[in-house]
Nanobody
Framework: QVQLVESGGGLVQPGGSLRLSCAAS????????IGWFRQAPGKEREGVSC????????KYADSVKGRFTISRDNAKKMVYLQMNSLKPEDTAVYYC?????????WGQGTQVTVSS
């Protein structure tokens, strides 16, 4: 059974940091690019970052460039999103995602709240 499970969210003050984790199971992580998305209340889901299967290609949304870092450990079947210098506008539910054979797979999401 294909599964993505996010963790690491929470409440943090502006300027703080969080590290999100995405645990993959039921498929061979090594073969797939993985993306992080987020959805804030009342807004559409948006792409935050993505990383290729071997980590050689990485992209970031302009809004998080220089503050967020995506990484992966295929041996541990994990993908990470290090988030620094967090802003209130980063508040959202964060999801990891991949696509296989025309099917989209999403985790259940982890809530990130940036507030003083």
């Amino acid at each position: 059974q294909v599964q993505l499970v996010e963790s690491g969210g929470g409440l943090v003050q502006p300027g703080g940091s969080l590290r999100l984790s995405c645990a993959a199971s039921g498929f061979t992580l090594d073969y797939y690019a993985i993306g992080w998305f987020r959805q804030a209340p009342g807004k559409e889901r948006e792409g935050v970052s993505c990383i290729s299967s071997n980590g050689g290609s990485i992209k970031y949304a302009d809004s998080v460039k220089g503050r967020f870092t995506i990484s992966r450990d295929n041996a541990k079947k994990m993908v990470y999103l290090q988030m620094n210098s967090l802003k209130p506008e980063d508040t959202a539910v964060y999801y990891c995602y991949f696509r296989r054979g025309g099917n989209d797979y999403w985790g259940q999401g982890t809530q990130v709240t940036v507030s003083s």
